[in-house]
């Protein structure tokens, strides 16, 4: 009996593999011209967000890639938050006019978009469990 119990857990856990993997997938949506980059960051903290991507897991991607989707493997479980920019002129930074507004499309997770200041972590923050998530996030100039 003990022999059939220890077969059907390794038999589980061998068929189950997908729930073992450990990825978070943004899709990016929005109007995105194909021109440039899309930078993807990943914050468990509130330091540097939502620009500072040195703070951050970063996966930049080819603004003509199709499907437009940033993957993050190994992502430790927890509060999480992500920033999404479209790099049009691939000078790896989110441009912005005098008074700090973004020229380019930007989004982040929980949609939040402050009318007069960037959105802050716990404003954009998720829990993350760990487990395979794919989260869309719009970008928006």
Known sequence: MRFLKIHAIALYLAC?????????????????????????????SPEGFPDDASQARLSVLSAQTQPLVCRFEDLPAGRIAIAVS????????????FLGIPKEAWGVSRGMRPSF??????????????WPLTLTIEVVQ
């Open 117 to 130: 200041r960037a959105p802050r972590f716990d404003e954009a923050a998720i829990d993350y469990d760990g």
């Open 86 to 97: 479209h790099d049009a002129n691939a000078n790896g930074k989110l441009d912005t006019n």
């Open 16 to 44: 189950s593999g997908s729930a073992t993997a450990t990825s978070l997938d943004v899709q990016i949506a929005g109007a995105i011209a194909p021109a440039g980059s899309i930078r993807c960051a990943v914050f468990v």
